[in-house]
T-cell receptor, first 111, second 109 residues
Framework: DTGVSQDPRHKITKRGQNVTFRCDPISEHNRLYWYRQTLGQGPEFLTYFQNEAQLEKSRLLSDRFSAERPKGSFSTLEIQRTEQGDSAMYLC?????????FGPGTRLTVT | QKEVEQDPGPLSVPEGAIVSLNCTYSNSAFQYFMWYRQYSRKGPELLMYTYSSGNKEDGRFTAQVDKSSKYISLFIRDSQPSDSATYLCAMTTGNQFYFGTGTSLTVIP
């Protein structure tokens, strides 16, 4: 399967812990996006990479969130000192142009 | 005001019906418009992608963009039970994408 993959698919953590998610985009895609989605809402943009450069970051994004794409291939999203409000589905998408292809998401539950 | 407004539904139609899904937006700089389908607990799946005003057809799906009214639509002809899902509109000026809240559709056999 050459689609976007995300790991883990599910993560349960206690409030205050740090978590890290991984996204592997479609291999020839140079653009990579992270989104957060809560129940009954559409995906909310978090950040965008073109190759290894982080070109856009939502102003709503807390400084507890950080993302990297060290070699322009896979990306990681880290959330420090998790809060219950961080519980959501975290989606990764990749593209060449503007047609984004999404991964299955990582569902985070903060207890 | 939200960048993108979408009626959340839910929408319930009989099999074979024509479905019309709509979004409005406020930013006249949006140029690229997408429709996604999302099944429960899955990532969104790209259905249609259009640039600027006009119509685009792909099988049973037609996407329509009216930039003068800041209004986009997705039509589904001959709807099938397998079309039951949440439909999300999305749009962008370039780097950031804005999604609607999604419309939940159920097609009843």
């Amino acid at each position: 399967d050459t689609g976007v993959s995300q790991d883990p698919r599910h993560k349960i953590t206690k409030r205050g812990q740090n978590v890290t998610f991984r996204c592997d985009p479609i291999s020839e895609h140079n653009r990579l996006y992270w989104y957060r989605q809560t129940l009954g809402q559409g995906p909310e943009f978090l950040t965008y990479f073109q190759n290894e450069a982080q070109l856009e970051k939502s102003r709503l994004l807390s400084d507890r969130f950080s993302a990297e794409r060290p070699k322009g291939s896979f990306s990681t999203l880290e959330i420090q000192r998790t809060e219950q409000g961080d519980s959501a589905m975290y989606l990764c998408a990749s593209s060449v142009g503007y047609e984004q292809y999404f991964g299955p998401g990582t569902r985070l539950t903060v207890t | 005001q939200k960048e993108v407004e979408q009626d959340p539904g839910p929408l319930s139609v009989p099999e074979g019906a024509i479905v019309s899904l709509n979004c409005t937006y406020s930013n006249s700089a949006f140029q690229y418009f997408m429709w996604y389908r999302q099944y429960s607990r899955k990532g969104p799946e790209l259905l249609m992608y259009t640039y600027s005003s006009g119509n685009k057809e792909d099988g049973r799906f037609t996407a329509q963009v009216d930039k003068s009214s800041k209004y986009i639509s997705l039509f589904i002809r001959d709807s099938q039970p397998s079309d039951s899902a949440t439909y999300l509109c999305a749009m962008t000026t370039g780097n950031q994408f804005y999604f609607g809240t999604g419309t939940s559709l159920t097609v009843i056999p």
